[in-house]
C-alpha cells in the first residue's frame, strides 16, 4: 500500500556548499549529464535554490508539477525532486507517469490545476544519455519558463546556498497512477504525490481548440490523406499514438519512432531537415501528403508536405496566421496579436499587415512571447528554430502546430504545397537561411561584432547602396535590436545587429556564448521577394546576393578562421 502512516518520514537539513556556474539560461540550467550525476548536490543545489526562490507563504501546502522528456537520469532527478518538495513544505506534487511529461503538456497541467510551478526535466532537442545533455528548467504559475527576475533569483542563490532540506528515506512509484500520501515528522498534513496519465489533460485542450470530428475526417474518413510522424524517440510518442492514432484514426503505422528512449535511440531529437533526414527521404517517395518530426520534449516541430515539401518554420507561423479562423478556439477567442522572434522572417509581418492585427517583434527566447499572452494581447507566436505556440499555454507545443496544419489541410482541401504556394502568390515570399558557425574563438568573435556595430551605427552607413550582380540593396536602416517590453517596459538590450534594406530584406547577425563551447555566431539572411515570377527559386540561389553582402561587411570567414559556416538551416 501507499500509505506510510505508520512512522513518519524524517526531514533533514545538510550542508552544502555553492556552485560558481548554475545561471539558468532562458531555457533553465543544461549541463552534460555527468555534471548532474556525479558533482556532489550539483542537482540537489539547484532544486534547494528553486524552492528557495519561492516565498515560503506560498510555497507552504502547494501544488507542484513534475515531467521530464525521458532521456537518461530523469526518474532519479525525479525522486530527489520529491525528496526536497516534501522538506521544503510543498503539499502536492503532480507527476506524469514514469516521469514522463513534455513540456507544453507541464505548461498545461500548470495553468489547469493552478499550481504554483512545475520542474521540467530536458535539455529539449539535445542529444540524450550518459554522455549527452540534462537540464532543470523551471516554469511559474503561469505555465511559462520563469522570468528574467525569478532565473536572476535562483542564480543568486545558488551562489550562496550553504545547506539543503530533503526527506531521503521518501520512495515514489512512479509506475501507478494514483495518489500516494507520506506522514512527515513535525507536519501536520500528510504530503501527496499524484502519478497521472500524461496525456490526459493535454488532450482535453486540444479537444477543446480543434474540431477533432473535421480532423478525423481528415485522416480516417473516406478521402482520407496519408500521414507520416516522426517522434524521434522523444516525449510526444505516447502523445501521438493516443491522439492521432487512437482518437482521430491515422493507422498506427503512420507514426514511427515513438518510444521515448533515454538517448533518443542515440539521435538529436532536433526535428530539421539534418537531424529528421530520415523522415524527409521517406517524404520524397511520393506516397505521403503530410509529414512532421518533434523534439526530444515536445515543443519544437518541422512540417513536411507530399515529395519531401519543406516548410520553413517563419513561414509555418506565418500560414497559420493567414488561415486561422480555420481553428475553432480563434473563433472563439479573436486574435489579439501576432509575434515573432527578432531573427525570424519577416513572413508574418505581411499577414499581420494585412489583417490590421498588431505584430510584435521579440528577442529570441520563449518567455518573451509569455509576457505578451499574459497580458492578453498575443494569440499566436512562431520563431525561426522551429517553435510554434499559442495562448492556451505558455510552451512552444509542437502538436498543437501540427494539428492547426491538419486543420488548414481540411479547410482547404490543398496539398501543403499548395497551400505554401498560394500564401506566397498573396503575400510575397521571405526567401530564409541561418548560418550557424559554431564553436568559434570567442575573441575574435566578439571582436568581429563590434566592428560591425561601429559600422552600422554610422550615419553614412544608412542609405549606403550594395550592388551584387544586377541587384541593387539600399540600406534603410540598422541597429543593435533592443526591447520593450510594451507591458512591463523591462528593456533588453544587445539582442543582434539588424540591417534592414529597402524593400523589406534583412541581415541579422547573434553572438552566443555557450558554457562548453566557445561562441556561436549566427547569420540570419531574410530576402522579401513579391515579383510572382520570382517566387520559385531554390532558396539559397535567391538568397545568394544578400549572403555576399553579409559576407563582405562582417569578414567572418576571415575573422574566424573558417571557409564556412558548420551549419546552415
Not at 520529491?82 to 516521469?99: D, E, L, P, T, W
Amino acid at each position: 500500500s501507499h500509505d506510510h502512516k505508520t512512522c513518519p518520514l524524517q526531514v533533514l537539513t545538510l550542508p552544502t556548499s555553492p556552485y560558481p556556474d548554475q545561471r539558468p539560461g532562458t531555457n533553465g540550467l543544461r549541463k552534460k549529464t555527468h555534471v548532474f550525476q556525479s558533482e556532489k548536490y550539483y542537482l540537489h543545489n539547484f532544486i534547494q535554490c528553486i524552492f528557495s526562490s519561492i516565498d515560503l507563504r506560498d510555497r507552504q501546502g502547494s501544488t507542484m508539477v513534475v515531467g521530464g522528456d525521458g532521456r537518461y537520469f530523469n526518474s532519479t532527478a525525479i525522486q530527489v525532486i520529491v525528496q526536497m518538495a516534501a522538506a521544503n513544505g510543498v503539499g502536492r506534487v503532480v507527476i506524469g507517469q514514469n516521469g514522463i511529461m513534455s513540456t507544453p503538456a507541464v505548461s498545461c497541467v500548470i495553468r489547469k490545476i493552478k499550481a504554483i510551478g512545475g520542474i521540467i526535466l530536458t535539455a529539449s532537442h539535445n542529444p540524450g544519455g550518459p554522455d549527452g545533455d540534462f537540464g532543470i528548467k523551471f516554469n511559474t504559475a503561469s505555465g511559462g519558463p520563469a522570468p528574467e527576475a525569478v532565473t536572476n533569483k535562483i542564480f543568486q542563490l545558488s551562489r550562496t546556498i550553504e545547506e539543503l532540506a530533503i526527506c531521503p528515506e521518501l520512495r515514489v512509484d512512479l509506475g501507478t497512477i494514483g495518489k500516494q500520501s507520506f506522514d512527515l515528522e513535525n507536519k501536520f498534513k500528510p504530503f501527496t504525490v499524484e502519478i497521472v496519465d500524461p496525456v490526459e489533460s493535454y488532450a482535453n485542450s486540444l479537444r477543446n481548440i480543434f474540431d477533432f470530428a473535421v480532423l478525423k475526417e481528415l485522416l480516417s474518413g473516406d478521402n482520407h490523406i496519408q500521414i507520416r510522424l516522426d517522434a524521434m524517440h522523444g516525449v510526444t510518442g505516447p502523445y501521438v499514438k493516443k491522439i492521432l492514432c487512437e482518437e482521430l484514426g491515422s493507422p498506427a503505422n503512420s507514426a514511427i519512432n515513438c518510444a521515448p528512449l533515454e538517448d533518443f535511440g542515440g539521435g538529436h531529437p532536433d526535428p530539421n531537415l539534418i537531424y529528421a533526414a530520415d523522415l524527409v527521404e521517406t517524404m520524397k517517395s511520393g506516397q505521403y501528403d503530410f509529414g512532421a518530426a518533434f523534439d526530444g520534449d515536445g515543443e519544437r516541430n518541422m512540417i513536411l508536405g507530399k515529395h519531401g515539401f519543406f516548410v520553413n518554420p517563419s513561414d509555418s507561423v506565418a500560414v497559420i496566421a493567414a488561415n486561422i479562423f480555420c481553428i475553432p478556439y480563434f473563433q472563439h477567442t479573436g486574435v489579439r496579436g501576432f509575434a515573432r522572434s527578432m531573427p525570424t522572417s519577416a513572413a508574418l509581418d505581411m499577414v499581420a499587415r494585412a489583417t490590421k492585427i498588431q505584430l510584435y517583434e521579440t528577442p529570441a527566447g520563449w518567455r518573451y512571447f509569455g509576457s505578451l499572452m499574459d497580458a492578453g494581447r498575443l494569440s499566436l507566436c512562431g520563431e525561426e528554430s522551429f517553435g510554434t505556440g499559442s495562448d492556451y499555454i505558455r510552451e512552444k507545443d509542437g502538436l498543437w502546430a501540427v494539428l492547426a496544419w491538419m486543420s488548414i489541410l481540411a479547410a482547404r482541401r490543398q496539398s501543403v504545397e499548395d497551400i505554401m504556394t498560394d500564401h506566397w502568390r498573396t503575400y510575397g515570399r521571405n526567401y530564409y537561411t541561418r548560418f550557424d558557425y559554431e564553436e568559434v574563438d570567442l575573441d575574435a568573435a566578439v571582436e568581429m561584432m563590434l566592428d560591425l556595430e561601429l559600422m552600422i551605427s554610422d550615419r553614412a552607413f544608412i542609405g549606403q547602396v550594395f550592388t551584387v550582380g544586377e541587384k541593387k540593396y539600399q540600406v534603410e536602416a540598422a541597429d543593435n535590436f533592443e526591447y520593450s517590453d510594451p507591458v512591463d517596459g523591462t528593456i533588453s538590450r544587445n539582442q543582434g545587429l539588424r540591417i534592414v534594406f529597402k524593400g523589406g530584406s534583412r541581415i541579422i547577425f547573434r553572438l552566443s556564448v555557450s558554457d562548453s563551447f566557445g561562441a556561436t555566431v549566427r547569420l540570419y539572411i531574410d530576402s522579401y521577394e513579391k515579383d510572382i515570377n520570382k517566387l520559385f527559386q531554390d532558396p539559397q540561389v535567391a538568397l545568394a546576393e544578400l549572403v555576399t553582402i553579409a559576407l563582405q561587411l562582417s569578414q567572418i570567414h576571415e575573422r574566424t578562421g573558417r571557409r564556412g559556416p558548420t551549419v546552415i538551416t
